[in-house]
């Protein structure tokens, strides 16, 4: 069974930066694609930024140009550097892994933004 953990959320002031890191229990490459999704009280889960086993990269427009997406293959771990965070970034951060038509996902990593 394929397992995803995501670690780096916290609280942060507004204007400051978080990593967050995905670690697969299998090589990435094994995946068509590994992606950030976040859900915020009382919103629909939705798309931060999502990597190819390709290397191609896709951002949500709220976060182009403050987030960027990396992964370290010989870790097996997929990044999501959150830089310039805002206060409507906050959410619960999942790592979304794709095989196919198969979807796996994290536990979730919690992003506090404080104004």
């Known amino acids: 069974q394929v397992q995803l953990v995501e670690s780096g959320g916290g609280l942060v002031q507004a204007g400051g930066s978080l990593r967050l890191s995905c670690a697969a229990s299998?090589?990435?490459?094994?995946?068509?694609?590994v992606g950030w999704y976040r859900q915020a009280p009382g919103k629909q889960r939705e798309l931060v930024a999502r990597i190819t086993s390709g290397g191609n990269t896709n951002y949500a427009d709220s976060v182009k140009g403050r987030f960027t997406i990396s992964r370290d293959n010989a870790k097996s771990t997929v990044y999501l550097q959150m830089n310039s965070l805002k206060p409507e970034d906050t959410a619960v951060y999942s790592c979304?892994?794709?095989?196919?038509?198969?979807?796996?996902w994290g536990q979730g990593t919690q992003v506090t933004v404080s104004s």
């Open positions: 979304n892994a794709e095989r196919f038509a198969v979807r796996y």
């Open positions: 299998e090589s990435i490459f094994s995946f068509n694609a």
